[in-house]
């Protein structure tokens, strides 16, 4: 597969995954409402979802490249975590890093990508 080809799956691959997140994040949402979920349990269920969204995003990049699967998992996850960075410090205007939030994200979301492309 030429290399042009395997970043145009990438991209389809993190469309799928954003577009899962949204799916997610929208039930969560209207589980937070109806239920009253506290911030823990909130913020726990929004790391699942990143998990979640980018190992399948991971899965699916594998499944159409064939070669090399788990780096371009792991590339899945970057982008991921890349725009999301992007979209946050665009409305936040600010950059927030954490050891228990944001850097376990950015982890999680690696690793749940590199697993879901060796799977793939």
Same mark, same amino acid.
């Not at 995954?17 to 009253?36: D, E, P, R, V, W």
């Not at 929004?46 to 788990?70: N, P």
């Given at each position: !597969? ?6 145009f799956?990438?991209l389809?691959a993190?469309?799928?995954s954003? $577009?899962?997140?949204? $799916?997610?994040?929208? $039930?969560?949402?209207f589980l !937070?409402?109806k #239920?009253?979920?506290?911030?823990? +349990? @909130? *913020? #726990?269920?929004i790391? @699942?979802? *990143?998990g $979640? ?6 899965? =699916?990049t ?19 975590? #890349? +725009?999301?960075?992007?979209?946050s410090?665009?409305? &936040?205007?600010? @950059? *927030? ?5 944001? =850097?376990? &994200?950015?982890i999680?979301c690696?690793?749940a990508?590199?697993?879901g /492309?060796?799977l /793939?």
């Amino acid at each position: !597969m030429i290399t042009g080809q395997k970043i145009f799956s990438l991209l389809k691959a993190l469309a799928v995954s954003y $577009i899962i997140t949204a $799916i997610l994040l929208l $039930i969560t949402a209207f589980l !937070m409402y109806k #239920l009253g979920l506290g911030d823990t +349990v @909130i *913020h #726990l269920s929004i790391i @699942i979802i *990143h998990g $979640i969204s980018v190992f399948l995003g991971g899965f =699916l990049t594998g499944k159409m490249v064939k070669e090399q699967k788990y780096i371009w998992g792991l590339m899945l996850g970057v982008c991921y975590v #890349l +725009v999301i960075g992007i979209v946050s410090f665009i409305m &936040n205007g600010t @950059i *927030h890093i954490s050891a228990g939030g944001t =850097l376990t &994200n950015v982890i999680l979301c690696l690793a749940a990508g590199m697993l879901g /492309g060796m799977l /793939g």
